[in-house]
DNA sequence: TCATTCAGTAAACAGCCGTTCTCTCACTTT
DNA sequence: AAAGTGAGAGAACGGCTGTTTACTGAATGA
């Protein structure tokens, strides 16, 4: 029928698509510096070659991980951002948002937790980069509030830079505690699933409260900033 | 003179402690998931089939050195919760010791960052498992605090974990503060290796500064959590 | 309709990998 | 002094790696 934007393009991104899912599924347990082309191609199902005509190296293929990853964060971010609710409201409610994210992209979740001090050079500054983007976001949000406050952009910085690896370290830990099939296996030395699953989500309660009280810490913090 | 325990056993060691310092000096510009064994035995001298002596695979020498990088961190936390001075001069005192540490042992550092959420999960765990003995630590050091104050166990080993993820988020951003020789050559367009060594310990003192806000803002959350 | 473009194929390349042998020979124990 | 031990050498193995080459054939645009 419509020819959206020719039928090539979208065959050649939808290999591409291929490409980084079969990159970010490997990925989930090991490095990038370690995945190796042929791996991947193997997954997709395509001959080694064709990689090029995607990606330059892996580390291109990383990049482009990078942005898919962190864009969907960005979203996330948004949407706690526009809650104009209390305190304690904007604290469930990130870490809720911070606990929904890492079960829907655990992949890319993971991925940017690994990568960011990884051994790949480019990764690691593409990470950086958008990382510091999800800081002014969240600065500028902040502002609004703490301007009037008589806060310094400086400070307003630094408190962002602090939520945000607040939010980053608490992706991490969610991540640990919902662990995938094998290590299921290891936990618990019975056969039955559900025991499992009620061990995670044990240990997944457990974190969000944690993540909560240090949040509540930051915010007591944060409120008596002034007095120094 | 005096055998040690055996001039054999000596010799073996030796050859252990070469093979963690090559692998180290290794894993500064890559993961351990794409370490070699023979990338580490060719770099000290020695045949392939040797590093079969000392370690099974290389996720057992990951580990090996989990233990050797933070065992230097123990000394380092116990130097700092032993000052018994104020606040403000806590806070001085950790940034400085973390500083210091992180110019000390690049290496070491580097190693625990990026392997804290890396491909290999023996490491992982073996990270885990140290990084929560220092937690015990420092909430042991605040519990003689803390406890008179009315904190209960777990909020006391929350607050800690908040200090220890503080630390090691700190350490991470101080090594990307001093960046290697190349990337040296990238930042500054120049040859002059002065101006370099300015610009790398100006960024050393601006993360200083921030870490040091951020730890005001977790101690004065601290001081006002009963009122919650 | 015909020439062009280009995503993907297939094969071949040199090179490195982890692992397994057998061997040597300096140290250790008796 | 003799027997035993064990760290390391050296060679060989099959298998996998990234990259380049020449190619096919379907979607494209004139």
New binding site residues.
């Given amino acids: 029928m419509s020819?959206t934007?020719?039928?090539?393009?979208?065959?050649?991104q939808?290999?591409?698509q291929?490409l980084l899912d079969a990159g970010l599924r490997l990925l989930e347990e090991q490095s990038l510096s370690s995945?190796?082309?042929?791996?991947?191609?193997?997954l997709v199902?395509?001959?080694?070659?064709?990689?090029?005509?995607?990606f330059?190296?892996?580390a291109d293929l990383g990049v482009a991980l990078v942005e898919e990853a962190l864009g969907s964060l960005h979203v996330m971010i948004r949407a706690i951002l526009a809650e104009q609710n209390g305190d304690e409201e904007r604290i469930e409610g990130t870490v809720d948002a911070v606990a929904r994210h890492v079960r829907a992209y655990p992949a890319h979740v993971r991925f940017i937790a690994r990568e960011r001090h990884g051994g790949v050079r480019p990764v690691r500054e593409a990470i950086a980069a958008e990382l510091g983007r999800f800081v002014d976001e969240v600065a500028a949000a902040f502002a609004l509030q703490l301007e009037a406050d008589g806060w310094s952009a400086e400070d307003i910085r630094m408190l962002a830079e602090l939520y945000v690896d607040h939010m980053v370290m608490t992706a991490a830990a969610f991540l640990e505690a919902a662990p995938d099939r094998s290590a299921v296996a290891d936990a618990s030395a019975s056969e039955d699933p559900a025991a499992a699953d009620r061990a995670a989500s044990a240990a997944e309660a457990r974190i969000a409260a944690t993540a909560r009280s240090q949040l509540r810490i930051i915010s007591l913090g944060r409120q008596h900033w002034r007095d120094a």
């Avoid at 995945?35 to 193997?42: D, F, K, N, Q, S």
Wanted: glycine share 8%; no cysteine; hydrophobic share 40%.
């Fill in positions: 020819h934007v020719g039928v090539r393009q979208a065959q050649k939808k290999t591409r291929a995945l190796g082309l042929r791996e991947v191609t193997r199902g395509v001959a080694p070659a064709a990689f090029y005509r995607h330059r190296d892996m």
